[in-house]
């Protein structure tokens, strides 16, 4: 017998819509005695063909789909296909002689749930989060490696959710050389090192791309504060736009240290940066204390609600940070403000921001609504995928 599932009566309401996942809650029953990343079928209570997915039995996300159409078989021609049908698309991105990083798979939303591809110059970096990757890594690494030459691929599925689906923590060589500790490359032509194997993320924040490059219209002779720094990406396009001064925050001293070599790496000079290794919300309380002023400022945190039941908690987090940065702007100053909380609403996260220039007294504006690059799609079936949400607002 197909190792199958079958969907409770009522629930497939979302698999019609074609979203990848099934809930622990929806299924009927499994038949076969699938394990852990086997391919099931997927069945309507009547017993018809709806799709195929990956299994997990640890997971809450017991299934995740891989197709919905009974003549595609899911093989090694299928990752194939997959992948480059996420190269094709990128193809422009790929040939760009300015920017030699991006994302080449965004998981969900490239039809390959759970798998994460970034490529750093000759270098790609995966992230295998799911059993159903899991299962297929080798048969994906081949592909991959026939699909876009490469000198090494490296796995970081060194990430807390592969305990989720019952996968222990991993990192290495899964093909060529290792890369060396920092990898050297462009983003719209300026230079950035990369600590691909123990940074954050697959070593950078590439969903930025676009708005760290924007930075640069609103930088000219400007003091800057670029608060979550990491490794100094939106402060450097800043400087070699014209800005005056940028201090970066961050609790990182790595990632600032790694901030400084890329200044440097742009010829930028060393006096016009100040590096703060610290805690944001308390550096901002002092700045505001000392009534230290700034004419642009970035607030790019790291995700503050992981869970709906955190959601409040996050939100004061966002409004204290955003109030703060309100109260340094001088007059006309811009802010950069960002959310990655994928279960943070634009409309939400906007009356947030509006909440914090009231209180701060502030008068102010929204520019520009910015989101993740385009190499960080969003399936239409997979709203999930969007993320990444930011203003930029200006203050009277
Ligand atoms: N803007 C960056 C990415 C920022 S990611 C870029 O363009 O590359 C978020 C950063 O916030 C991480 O570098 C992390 O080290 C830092 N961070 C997290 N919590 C912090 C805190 N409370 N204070 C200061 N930095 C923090």
């Known amino acids: ?40 079928e997927v069945l309507s209570s009547d017993q018809r063909f709806l799709g195929r997915g990956a299994f997990s039995p640890q997971s809450q996300i017991t299934v995740r789909m891989w197709n919905y159409n009974a003549d595609e078989p899911i093989d090694e021609r299928f990752f194939a296909n997959r992948l480059q049908r996420a190269i094709d698309f990128r193809k422009e991105l790929l040939s760009d002689p300015k920017t030699t990083a991006f994302r080449l798979v965004n998981a969900e939303s490239d039809g390959l749930p759970g798998l994460i591809i970034d490529k750093y110059g000759d270098f790609l970096i995966c992230q295998f989060l799911t059993a159903g990757v899991e299962k297929w890594k080798k048969e994906i690494v081949a592909q991959l490696n026939a699909l876009i030459s490469n000198a090494g691929i490296y796995e970081r599925s060194d990430v807390e959710v592969r305990e989720k689906e019952g996968l222990p923590l991993v990192a290495g060589v899964l093909m060529g050389i290792e890369p060396p ?11 950035f090192l990369v600590d691909v194997k123990t940074g954050h993320k697959t070593g950078f924040y590439l969903d930025q791309r676009e708005n760290r490059k924007l930075i640069g219209n609103y930088a000219a002779n400007v003091e800057m504060l670029n608060c979550f720094s990491y490794t100094g990406g939106f402060g450097i396009f800043a400087l070699k736009n014209g800005a005056a001064h940028v201090t970066n925050i961050d609790a990182s001293t790595a990632a600032l240290e790694i901030g400084l070599e890329n200044a440097k790496r742009n010829e930028l000079p060393a006096e016009h940066i100040e590096n703060v290794a610290g805690d ?4 901002l309380r002092e700045y505001r204390n000392a009534n230290r002023m700034f004419d642009l400022i970035v607030l790019d945190p790291p995700k503050f609600a992981e869970t709906k039941s955190n959601l409040e908690h996050a939100a004061r987090g966002y409004k204290d940070i955003n109030l703060l940065a309100f109260k340094l702007l001088r007059k006309n100053g811009i802010l950069f403000t960002f959310s990655c909380s994928g279960l943070m609403t634009p409309e939400l996260f906007q009356k947030i921001i509006a909440d914090a220039a009231l209180d701060a007294k502030r008068d102010s504006q929204i520019l520009r609504r910015l989101t993740q690059a385009p190499d960080h799609p969003t399936a239409l079936a997979f709203p999930e995928g969007t993320y990444l949400k930011g203003f930029v607002c200006r203050a009277e």
Do not use: C, Y
Not at 181 to 191: M, R, T
Not at 280 to 283: G, L, R, Y
């Open 1 to 40: 017998m197909e190792k199958s599932i079958i969907i409770k009566t009522g629930r497939e309401r979302s698999l019609r819509r074609l979203h990848p996942w099934i809930f622990s809650g929806a299924i009927h029953s499994v038949i076969g005695s699938p394990v852990s990343g086997d391919t099931v």
């Open 181 to 191: 500790n920092l990898v050297e490359i462009l983003e719209n032509g300026l230079k």
């Open 280 to 283: 944001v919300f308390q550096v």
